[in-house]
T-cell receptor, first 114, second 109 residues
Framework: EPEVTQTPSHQVTQMGQEVILRCVPISNHLYFYWYRQILGQKVEFLVSFYNNEISEKSEIFDDQFSVERPDGSNFTLKIRSTKLEDSAMYFC????????????FGSGTQLSVL | GQSLEQPSEVTAVEGAIVQINCTYQTSGFYGLSWYQQHDGGAPTFLSYNALDGLEETGRFSSFLSRSDSYGYLLLQELQMKDSASYFCAVRNRDDKIIFGKGTRLHILP
């Protein structure tokens, strides 16, 4: 089965530094998402992306966050100035189209902000 | 706003049946999904209900009542490998899917 791939699997950074988390969604999928999960807690919606623009974002997704699909295959999440509370597992997900209900998740990037 | 409520933990015995409930409050409801997540893993899709009634997929079934804003996931013939967290999720727009806090399922031998 096709997979969503995420790199790196682990990222350690200093508070205040910029990080870019990378994702390659499934190639024929049209909707892309970022979620995050603090250990043992809920899977929190950050942002959805369709047709090369943000379609929905949560209150978590403030000016420090941005997403980009630079080349038609990669989908990136940038955090400009990381905070301690940004430490979490970040999941990328994609789905085929508006008529599809199944989100395919990547294996995640564990971000640790020191 | 929107919210989903599900029990934080459920315990059941291997071979038994367990039901995990989910109630939701949301606008523009399209449907209710269920995802499984093993420790250290990514959520994986289990089922989706857009209409009232029961959907069956092997040992797993999911039920929806739109009028009650309620659904459940039913797991039959429990196996130790079913020990995981289970999340209900609401689709309320074409591109926004919100997850509940998850139910940790413990299975006893």
């Amino acid at each position: 089965e096709p997979e969503v791939t995420q790199t790196p699997s682990h990222q350690v950074t200093q508070m205040g530094q910029e990080v870019i988390l990378r994702c390659v969604p499934i190639s024929n999928h049209l909707y892309f998402y970022w979620y995050r999960q603090i250990l043992g807690q809920k899977v929190e919606f950050l942002v959805s992306f369709y047709n090369n623009e943000i379609s929905e974002k949560s209150e978590i997704f403030d000016d420090q966050f941005s997403v980009e699909r630079p080349d038609g295959s990669n989908f990136t999440l940038k955090i400009r100035s990381t905070k301690l509370e940004d430490s979490a597992m970040y999941f990328c997900a994609s789905k085929r189209g508006s008529d599809s209900e199944k989100l395919f998740f990547g294996s995640g990037t564990q971000l640790s902000v020191l | 706003g929107q919210s989903l409520e599900q029990p934080s933990e459920v315990t059941a015995v291997e071979g038994a049946i367990v039901q995990i409930n989910c109630t939701y409050q949301t606008s523009g409801f399209y449907g209710l999904s269920w995802y499984q997540q093993h420790d250290g893993g990514a959520p994986t899709f289990l089922s989706y209900n857009a209409l009232d009634g029961l959907e069956e997929t092997g040992r797993f079934s999911s039920f929806l009542s739109r009028s009650d804003s309620y659904g459940y996931l039913l797991l039959q013939e429990l196996q130790m490998k079913d020990s995981a967290s289970y999340f209900c999720a609401v689709r309320n727009r074409d591109d926004k899917i919100i997850f509940g806090k998850g139910t940790r399922l413990h299975i006893l031998p």
